[in-house]
């Protein structure tokens, strides 16, 4: 199953930019139309999409409720349950559709997700992994928000999932794999990561060590692993130091008289490693299903890109990989949270 | 009492570069040669002061027990107890310096604090502060590493010490406070992060709620509290993502064929902004003393500014501020952690 939903009203600029993203992954072949579902207040994305000119093929499927900034993920999974995030996941859960992408509230896409679709077995707890672009190669930083606090056995269930993601999309056989940690040295770091570094250490990944924030984006690690909390500061923070940096320099290229066409030049070099648009997408990675969450001021490009990566991780099969992977691993004892769902514990 | 001690041997280039920031420092006249007590080995540090042609009259206090990167905080403490950290934490318990300033284990340095001088009237946590060049002003990270995992409590003593040193030290009335989180609803993050917020609303500071990471360098907020381990994360990793983009895009200038006085041009204007040099260091809040940590990597310029930095906070009366801050408030009941040290619980 490669069909993909999106949600067509989520982000900043829906359902314009949506729609325009539908396009535009249409007119690269990133997708087939009848490989698109929308969800989405009915008369209102038919509208824009007729608009836009998608062909009619593209499948709508009706969701009434429209979410707000001031709807939580409780109102909106309680007083709103027909909105477009629980209708898409809805999709996935009934098999109509592989996988959901969307710009619209984390939170709530993350609370439907787990909620709504079933852990992968051996899995218990789902986080999201976004693929940053580093100086020698693209890693993966997970969690980078659904868990600001985890056990030390999650974050270890997030260092294979890392591990067997990056290794099926990227060719890499044995990714390296690190902890974000506040120095080098072994002992160092809180009681989290201590305990979550001995279980690494035991698991049959390429276990790397700690990794401190500064060697991030130029050291060697493929996938560097943290809490949700610690992780979504990296993830935020170098997006905001990116931009300021680059913003006062490119001002400071201008002042010292250097010609606006060797200064665009020089954004062209840079900009694509910075830009979260190239990607398109961050993947829940645990649950049954390949959601991809998508920056809130996402704009066509990213859309688009958002389809292809999220069909890229559908072909490539990622969660039969971590399924693999932690059928060869115990995890350790059953976790109380999940028991209750039933879930298969090893 | 405006005396400083230098750990003469702290760091990755000492003391050869330790000792030239004394140099500079008393060639641009930010301390008399009389206010510096310099520890080390006292034969090596001597040599290394003659050769720099330093003063005699600079006192040089001998601490023959040398530091290796091997060595622990616990083992620095117990097995070598004549570093030059802790030579150089007592001649600030003797009352015979105010101030200490160290490139050594940040984690020594931490530990040398806490268990040799006096926590200050009314706190009952110190943390790490350190001063960041923002977009629109310079701004305060406090905790950078001294508590991976403090309770609610500390986070609220973080924000009222972190608005205190700046008010005084940047003559700013009500510095804007914000805490760390990863979304900007009230009701987002962890549960020390809610708790923390609480607390803070009660305080007599300017309390801005949420700050995310992506705002903290273009934002308004003049102090950033967070708990050690994100705080690091979001120091090293700003650290690491300006080092990686402005070698990015230098190379790209020259590749765009921009003239080398046009890229030193621009070099000269951004690279003040991210150098950790021209502040020096990072204050240890919350102690009797000021103490100063120092990156590893510092060299001459950096320790120079260091001194000049460490005598500001000493001049501004920073520690008087916190503790009358500290006075107008309750800031909860007595912690168990430090009551068993004698130090009045407020």
Known sequence: MTRIVLDAVGGDHAPAETIAGVALALQHGYLEPDEIILTGPEAMVRESARAAGLPDVVEICDAPDVLTAADSPTDALRRKRRNSIAV???????GRAGGFVSAGSTGTVVAAATVGLRYLDGIRKACIAALIEGENNPFLVLDVGANPQPKPQHLAQFALMGSAYYGCQFGVESPRVGVLNIGSEDKKGSPLVLEARRLMQDMPIAFHG?????????????????????????????????????????????????????????????????????????????????????????RAPAFANALRFARKALQGKVNEHIVKAAQELNLGAPDDEHDERGQPAI
């Open 210 to 298: 700690n990794v401190e924030g500064v060697e991030v984006f130029s050291g060697d690690c493929h996938v560097v692993v943290t809490d949700g909390f610690s992780g979504n500061v990296l993830l935020k923070t170098s997006e905001g130091v990116a931009e300021y940096l680059l913003r006062t320099t490119f001002q400071a290229m201008g002042e010292a008289g250097i010609a606006p066409e060797q200064i665009r030049a020089v954004q062209r070099a840079v900009m694509p490693r910075v830009d979260f648009s190239e990607t398109g997408g961050a993947l829940l990675l645990g649950v049954e299903g390949v959601v991809t969450i998508c920056h809130g001021r996402s």
């Open 88 to 94: 898409g996941m809805g999709l996935v859960k009934a």
